[in-house]
Each structure stands twice: as C-alpha cells, then as structure tokens.
C-alpha cells in the first residue's frame, strides 16, 4: 500500500551500529514507516538498508508495504561524509543525495524526500527555491513520491508559499509544548492539507511528561504519560515521531494509536504550555 500515509513514523537518528537491528526490530514490532537522512553525522542510511533488507528475508514486511522518509542535508549540516560532490550545483548535490539514498535503502523510490532544513534560520532563500525546483524535478522523475520541509518557521512556509512554488505534502518540525506545540506552524499546515510530523515530543517537553494532572490521566486511562502525549499528538493531526531503541517502548508507542483520550483533553494538554 506505498500510497497509504503512515500512521506512526520510526526514527532511525543517533543509532550508530545499532541502526540495522533497530529498523529490522521496528518492523518486527510493527512500524512500517521510516525516517532517515542522507546526513551520516546524525544517521547511518545504510544500516537502515541493511535493517530492510533483513526485514524484508525474513517475510516481515516488502517494500510495498512501507514508507520511506529520508532527506538532503545542506553542506554545513553534514560532516566530511558527504553523500555529493559538495563543488557541484545545488541541483546536482540533491540528485546525487537522494541516488545515494535510493542505493542506501536498495529501492528505486522513496514515499518522502526532505528539505532537511532552509539555508537560513530566518528566510526562505535563492538557494531553498533552487534546492526545492531541484526536489521538485526528482519526485516527477518518480525518485520520490512526496516532498517535504524539516525545522521552517512559519515565516519559512510563507516565503515558500508566495514564491508560487509546489508546497510540501510533510512539515516536520521539533515539537515544543511553549510554543503551543508549534501552533502556528501547525495552523498554516492544517488550511493547506500539510501534514505536520512532529518531533522531539518527549524529549523536548519534560514539563508535559512530568505534569501531575497528565500523570493522574495516564494512569486512569491505564497508559504511560509517552503514550498519552503521542495519543494527543494524533488527536490533533499530527504525524508523530519515535526514535526509541527500546522494545517495550516501541510496542507501547504504536499501542498509543488505540488509546482515546477523553474529547476535553487533547484542547486542555494543547493549552497546557503556550
Ligand atoms: N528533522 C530533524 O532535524 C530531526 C531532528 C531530530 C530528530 N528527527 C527524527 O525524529 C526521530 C525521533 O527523534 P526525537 O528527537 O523525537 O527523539 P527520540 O530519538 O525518539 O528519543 C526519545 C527519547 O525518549 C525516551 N523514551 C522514553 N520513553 C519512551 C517511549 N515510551 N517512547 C519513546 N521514547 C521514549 C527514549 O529512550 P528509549 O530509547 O530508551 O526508549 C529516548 O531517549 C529521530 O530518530 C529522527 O528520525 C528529525
């Protein structure tokens, strides 16, 4: 089902060695949805092949049954393990990143490519623009199905969007509960059909984790307060993030999809902070 949306996406950053028995454990668990990046600072995209791979021997799961994310990273987010020839043009650096990828992930296409982040915290530059019709040109190539933007602020997006370039199927952002879970960020997503993925949304939110009227509602509902922010997280349209290397973990996240919370909760625990 490759034109199916994910329901859950599994985070392969930060696993190092770890990565391919990780993926292939993800997969075992349930996952069927992929996160990378062609940026091996922070992600090892070949273990993430080699986790596939494994899966697919096994009978887990084919590559049709799942959704691959993975993104092109600009120079100065990348140490010296480059995935392109960083003397080449913006465009060619994107084709070379995401040919890298397909080879990485032993497939002709991806369901997602990312912008990994805009060249500039503040605006959406000549070289987004020429980096974006570059993303562009490889998902009507059918190298990817969807595009995506990662860490843009809403002032990003606004750029993008009055350049009257293709706007992104995905946003995937860091999730801060005082910022009210990015509600801006989300706002412009939701009145154009964007879907938000959030990440970080544990990490990034102690407070919300450690709220003893959250901890109350987890235990009446029989849940963890992980599986009552993800809960939450989907009850107001975002795409949810995990990068656990956990099994119990990885079982109790994906069972979050199955907990309803009480209709008043998810407005309060989007207030709570911001
Ligand atoms: N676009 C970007 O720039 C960007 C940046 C960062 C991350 N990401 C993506 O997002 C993914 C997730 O990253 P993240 O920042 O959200 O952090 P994460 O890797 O998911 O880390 C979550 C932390 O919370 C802990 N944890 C405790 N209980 C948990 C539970 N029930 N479920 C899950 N984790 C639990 C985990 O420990 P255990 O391992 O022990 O469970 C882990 O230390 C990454 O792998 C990557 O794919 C993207």
Redesign the pocket.
């Known amino acids: 089902m490759p034109s199916a949306l994910p329901d859950f996406?599994?985070?392969?950053?930060?696993?190092e060695d770890r990565t391919a028995a990780l993926t292939e454990l993800a997969l075992r668990t349930g996952f069927r949805a992929i996160?990378?990046?062609n940026q091996r600072r922070?992600?090892f995209e070949a273990g993430v092949g080699e986790g596939l791979t494994a899966a697919y021997r096994a009978g887990i799961v084919t590559r049709g049954d799942l959704f691959l994310q993975t993104?092109f990273t600009y120079q100065r987010g990348q140490d010296h393990r480059l995935p392109y020839d960083p003397s080449a043009n913006l465009a060619m650096q994107v084709a070379q990143s995401l040919a890298s990828s397909l080879e990485h992930l032993g497939t002709d296409y991806v369901d997602s490519f990312?912008l990994?982040?805009p060249s500039s915290g503040y605006e959406w530059t000549s070289d987004d623009a020429e980096v974006w019709e570059a993303m562009r040109k490889q998902r009507d190539s059918g190298r990817t199905r969807l595009l995506g933007v990662?860490?843009v602020s809403l002032q990003h997006l606004e750029q993008l969007a009055a350049s009257g370039s293709d706007l992104p199927a995905f946003v995937?952002?860091?999730c801060f509960a005082r910022t009210g879970w990015d509600r801006e960020v989300r706002a412009f997503c939701r009145a154009r059909q964007i879907i938000y993925?959030?990440?970080?949304?544990?990490?990034?939110n102690p407070e919300v984790l450690n709220h003893p009227p959250l901890i109350a509602l987890a235990g009446k509902l029989g849940a963890?307060p992980?599986?009552v922010v993800?809960s939450f997280a989907r009850g107001v349209g975002m795409l949810p993030?995990?990068?656990?290397?956990?099994a119990?973990?990885?079982r109790?996240?994906l069972a979050?999809l199955s907990l309803n919370l009480p209709p008043e909760v998810v407005p309060a625990i989007e207030a709570m902070a911001g």
């Open positions: 996406l599994y985070g392969t950053a930060w696993k996160d990378t990046a922070h992600y993104k990312v990994h982040g990662s860490n995937q952002n860091r993925q959030g990440f970080s949304l544990l990490t990034a963890t992980a599986q993800f993030l995990t990068g656990t290397s956990n119990d973990h990885m109790q996240d979050s």
